[in-house]
């Protein structure tokens, strides 16, 4: 129904910056929450960035001044600039939408999860 696609994780050393986007794609009349989270082995996963619709946004205290959340006017591609990243931002970081569809079916969605690494 709605499909999530990621793209920008890699390999980066400490104190770089990296840019990951979500495109959402499908019948979709509106999506009100986009937000990315994170998840390392072993840890519960981490809300990391979210922006609603109306533009509000909300990070984790770990990423707050480094990374930087934003979407495009159509609100169906989200971006997650992160700089100054620390080896401790590496994870699978994934992509995920709360959507309502013109048929009135609403969901949620996941992106298949893209890889940051930090490390020199």
């Known amino acids: 129904q709605v499909q999530l696609v990621e793209s920008g994780g890699g390999l980066v050393q400490p104190g770089g910056s990296l840019r990951l986007t979500c495109a959402a794609s499908?019948?979709?009349?509106?999506?009100?929450?986009m937000g990315w989270y994170r998840r390392v082995p072993g840890k519960q996963p981490e809300l990391v960035a979210s922006i609603t619709r109306g533009g509000s946004t909300d990070y984790a205290d770990s990423v707050k001044g480094r990374f930087t959340i934003s979407g495009d006017n159509a609100k169906t591609t989200v971006y997650l600039e992160m700089n100054s990243l620390k080896p401790e931002d590496t994870a699978v970081y994934y992509c995920?939408?709360?959507?309502?569809?013109?048929?009135?079916?609403?969901?949620?969605?996941w992106g298949q999860g893209t890889q940051v690494t930090v490390s020199s």
């Open positions: 499908g019948v979709i009349f509106s999506i009100n929450v």
């Open positions: 995920n939408a709360d959507w309502l569809l013109y048929t009135g079916k609403r969901g949620t969605s």
